[in-house]
């Protein structure tokens, strides 16, 4: 399986691009970034470009997007939530338009399917995505963010792929 794994924003948007087999690894991963200048729909436009052309390049079999968050109280974050869903949403138009399934995750799933811990710091899931991944270098924020969204996917798919799987008497799982 191969997963285009993407951590939008309007103004950077983390990809990258994980193999799950023989096990999972980084084909490719980086930031789309775009200067905070450019007029929104334009910004939106450029990132719609990329994901078709990755889509196009990669042949992802699934791509798995992290939604937006927005917090609660005096904590939310509704400008930004605002600005990510609309980075998601050219997503899931390019997916749609290329016939690709997407599976969203929320940034706690991804954290914990990461780090073991939900509210796991930037760091924490940086470290643990390059280990993971063995890269030889900590990728950047937003591209240690999308990595982190595909080992996510990665691993929710292995797990729902064994529990689906019929299990015959005397058969190992």
Known sequence: MRVLAIDPGTLRMGYGVLDAEPTPSADDYGVIALPASMPLEQRLYQMHSHILNMIHVFNPDAIAVEDPFVGRGERAFVKSALAIGQAQAVVLIGAASAGV????YPPATVKRAVTDYGAATKEQVQAMAAST????AVPDTDAADALAVGLCHLSATTVSDLSAREIRPGEER
């Open 133 to 136: 991944l063995g890269l030889a």
């Open 101 to 104: 399934p997407v599976h969203r």
